[in-house]
């Protein structure tokens, strides 16, 4: 009997330093099975003969199969899938074996002998580590020779695993990550970890997508450092359509992990400023409504707003989950439930999820592209229906014209239309400029009395450049200052801004005519552009 428990010790040690669990996936992407990985660490070809695998409910047998000394092997329900899925290395055994299923929270993966001995086992929680990526074992490589730890993490390879190969997570001597771009709300983040064991000197970075490239230098790193690059979006070229564009970091640097030295990622980038607007907002509907946001393209392209996203003061993020496209010059509606219908015409209309809760009071509203790029932005006050109105509940707040800056309040007033909205379709209170000129103020004259439904004139210009920082003013015909109703604000081609008929300290002018003038300086070459236009106070 003692003789029988030595052996069964011996065994068990014997068995426990030859095989490692190294890698499980329990929550692969769609059409991809669930796998397990395991590496011979031992200085001999193993032969796993009988041997179970096992999670915390159930065990199933895996056929005979050899691993060659420092070979992997990946159990799986269908190696097949699994190929089709990913890219594995010529030398990686793959077995298939009706594995138990993996559970998605949390589990327990063991390897035990035919009689129940165990030789390795871990346990993991999902909700710690990163849903689609596997769950590696950290360890340290020296000279080819890695000494598996205990600790346990979501993978950082570019393929979300490393199935069959050394593990993301194994520590070498020379190691720069790159990580790859996100999004932010006006331009793109990268990261750039040592990994390694050794600190690493300033090395050359570069960004490019299909129409610029930008480079940098990152700075010293000693182990675990992070060094941090945002690259403006006035720095990368935008188009005049919303694009989806590949995004590829490369460092310029020789270590012992290459294929952590680049990345590519696809984001799709917005339109140049002031082409793709929030152009109409309900945020107190009637019972039998919903809440909605209007958009208007200016762009020359068709644009399908779905995925595009709409966030509130929260910080909630509400998705387009749907088809909307929208013509150039047209309007595209998302919201809350499917009553919208109703309102507006087949095709141009989507809904968000989760669903859209605009605060009546007051909330703020950020337009986004599916990367989460800014497109526009609008601060929302039920305070700025118009004094007229008895009640605002069932009445959206619609631009006097599309073009209009979202952000500033005077572009915005109460609907006019009998149903309370026009949601895409024009605007009930939009004022159509028919003039062909350069700079124009409609209408004119206007009266500054704000008891009036219609206290403001519009002031829409064209300016030669694709994108300049303008200064709108109004002078009286002497020459004297009166009020800047724009400074140093960057534009695009076409834009407009709204008067009041009040001067810098927000007092009402007298009747009489008003000089609105336009100066604006390229943003590619400093070139100068001027244009005026007359406007009138009338009683």
């Not at 190696?79 to 589990?107: C, H, I, K, M, Q």
């Not at 993020?317 to 219908?341: H, K, M, N």
């Not at 305070?383 to 008895?390: S, T, Y």
């Amino acid at each position: 009997m003692i003789l029988f428990i030595l052996l069964l010790v011996l065994a068990f040690s014997t068995s426990k330093a030859q095989l490692l669990i190294t890698e499980v996936h329990p929550t692969p992407a769609g059409g991809e099975p669930e796998w397990i990985e395991m590496v011979n660490i031992s200085t001999r070809t193993v032969s796993l003969d009988d041997h179970l695998i096992c999670d915390s409910r159930s065990c199933s047998r895996i056929n005979t199969v050899k691993i060659p000394i420092g070979g992997y092997v990946v159990l799986t329900r269908d190696a097949e899938a699994l190929r089709e899925s990913r890219w594995l290395p010529r030398e990686a055994v793959v077995v298939e074996v009706a594995l138990p299923s993996l559970n998605n929270t949390t589990d327990v993966v063991a390897l035990r002998t035919s009689d129940s001995v165990l030789i390795d086992s871990m346990s993991y929680d999902v909700r710690r580590n990163v849903r689609g990526r596997s769950i590696e074992r950290g360890g340290d490589d020296r000279d080819g020779v890695v000494a598996y730890d205990g600790t346990w993490a979501a993978s950082l390879a570019r393929d979300s695993a490393t199935c069959g190969q050394q593990n993301s997570r194994v520590t070498r001597e020379r190691d720069l990550f790159c990580s790859q771009a996100i999004a932010l709300d006006d331009g793109v983040l990268v990261d750039v970890r040592n990994m390694g064991r050794s600190p690493m000197p300033a090395v050359s970075i570069e960004l490019a997508t299909d129409r610029s490239t930008v480079s940098a230098t990152t700075g010293d790193l000693d182990a675990e450092m992070t060094w941090t690059w945002k690259v403006p979006l006035s720095d990368i070229e935008l188009g005049r359509y919303p694009e989806e564009r590949n995004i590829r970091v490369v460092l310029s640097v020789d270590d012992d992990r290459p294929e952590n030295d680049t990345s590519n990622v696809m984001l799709t980038f917005p339109p140049r400023r002031g082409t793709m607007l929030i152009n109409e907002v309900l945020a107190d509907p009637l019972p039998g409504s919903c809440e909605y946001v209007e958009v208007w393209n200016g762009t020359p392209d068709s644009v399908d707003l779905d995925g595009w996203i709409v966030e509130d003061e929260s910080g909630l993020r509400s998705v387009a989950q749907g088809a909307c496209l929208v013509a150039p010059g047209e309007f595209g509606v998302v919201a809350a439930d499917t009553s919208i219908q109703r309102r507006v015409a087949a095709g141009s209309w989507t809904m968000l999820r989760p669903a859209l809760q605009i605060n009546s009071t007051t909330d703020i509203l950020v337009l986004r592209t599916p990367s989460g790029f800014v497109v526009d932005s609008m601060y929302y006050d039920g305070e700025r229906h118009h004094v007229l109105l008895p009640v605002s509940k069932g009445v959206s707040l619609e631009k006097l014209s599309p073009r209009l800056a979202s952000k500033d309040l005077l572009s915005w007033t109460s609907s006019g239309d009998l149903s309370g909205g026009t949601p895409g379709r024009s605007n009930s209170v939009a004022i159509e400029n028919s003039n062909t000129e350069e700079m124009s103020a409609v209408p004119s004259p206007f009266s500054s009395d704000p008891g009036r439904r219609n206290a403001f004139t519009v002031i829409t210009w064209t300016q030669p450049f694709l994108q300049a920082i303008a200064r709108v003013g109004v002078r009286r015909p002497d020459g004297m200052f009166v009020t800047d109703l724009l400074n140093a604000e960057f534009i695009a081609r076409e834009g407009g801004v709204v008067w009041n008929g009040t001067d810098a300290m927000g007092q009402r002018l007298s009747p009489g005519p008003y000089v609105v003038f336009l100066e604006c300086v390229d943003a590619a070459s400093s070139a100068v552009y001027r244009n005026r236009c007359l406007v009138i106070i009338g009683e």
